[in-house]
Every structure is written in structure tokens, then in C-alpha cells.
């Protein structure tokens, strides 16, 4: 399964270098659906279109009651230094305060009690 995953990112990267190549890049829609087309084959509902349905949490069995989270571009750098700590040495403190400062802050916007 991995490996036909990278299979697709090694095909969309000829893709894209091929069309730079060409003098046939843009930065467009249409560019970016064909790239993910290529990308998400097999893997997407709709692979190279734009997903417009609604996305939403209908569940209420959530873990100890901590809603599920995404993170965040701008927060990545941190979120894989406290995984990397934490496959190094074992040591959960970092990746469980990440997560409780980031649950705690979603919650707050949900406007959802934080559990204990």
C-alpha cells in the first residue's frame, strides 16, 4: 500500500516537472486537480476534483472525550519534534502537552469543557 502510494507521488512529480519542462506549467485549478488526480488515484472518492461536500463530526464517542484534531501547517515543525522525542526516548510528556495545549484550544473554540 505504501509503496503504491509513493508509486503516485514519483508519477505526479514526472508529471509536473515534465510540464515545467515543456513551458506548460500554471498555477491553476485545473493544474492542481491533475496533479491530485494523479496523487490520489485509488485513494480518493473523486480523485482530480475538488472535494465541495461538507466535512463534519457526527460522533460523540469521542477518546476520554478529546474531539479529533488536524494539525496545522504552522504547527508541524513542533508536532514532529515531540514525535521524534517521543520514538527516540519513550518519553510521551512532549506529544501529550502538545496535544493537551491543541485540544485545549479547539475545545475553547467549540466551546466545549476541556476534560480533567
Known sequence: MDQEKLRQQQLAWKYLINLVEQGKFEVSVGTACELEGIVAKDEALVPGHIRDGVVSVSSSDFTNGILPCSVPAKKLKKYNSVLMDLYKTGNRA??????KEYHERIHNDWGITFPA
Open 94 to 99: 512532549g506529544v501529550e502537552e502538545f496535544y
